[in-house]
């Protein structure tokens, strides 16, 4: 099985920062794509953005310019780095990977923007 364990999340002023970690059991050389979502309360879970083993990422409008997704596979994790972030980012944030078509998630890591 496939174990991604978050953490970073918290509380930022807007304008404020903040960098999520997804770290991966065992190799991440295997997944192709990992992906951060996000799911703010009373609304569908989304994309924020995904970056391949070739180094190729891939941005939400709402986050292009602000968010930068990053991995690392000699350390097995994937990284979302916030800057300038607005309430409207509030949502629990979500590591992702498909392996083989099951989709693996983390636990969840819950932002909070405040005004």
């Known amino acids: 099985q496939v174990k991604l364990v978050e953490s970073g999340g918290g509380l930022v002023q807007a304008g404020g920062s903040l960098r999520l970690s997804c770290a991966a059991s065992?190799?991440?050389?295997?997944?192709?794509?990992m992906r951060w979502y996000r799911q703010a309360p009373g609304k569908q879970r989304e994309l924020v953005a995904h970056?391949?083993?070739?180094?190729?990422?891939y941005y939400d409008d709402s986050v292009k310019g602000r968010f930068t997704i990053s991995r690392d596979n000699a350390e097995n994790s994937v990284y979302l780095q916030m800057n300038r972030l607005k309430p409207e980012d509030t949502a629990v944030y979500y590591c992702n990977v498909l392996v083989e078509l099951t989709n693996y998630w983390g636990q969840g890591a819950q932002v909070t923007v405040s005004s």
């Open positions: 065992g190799s991440i050389f295997r997944f192709n794509v």
């Open positions: 970056i391949t083993n070739g180094g190729y990422t």
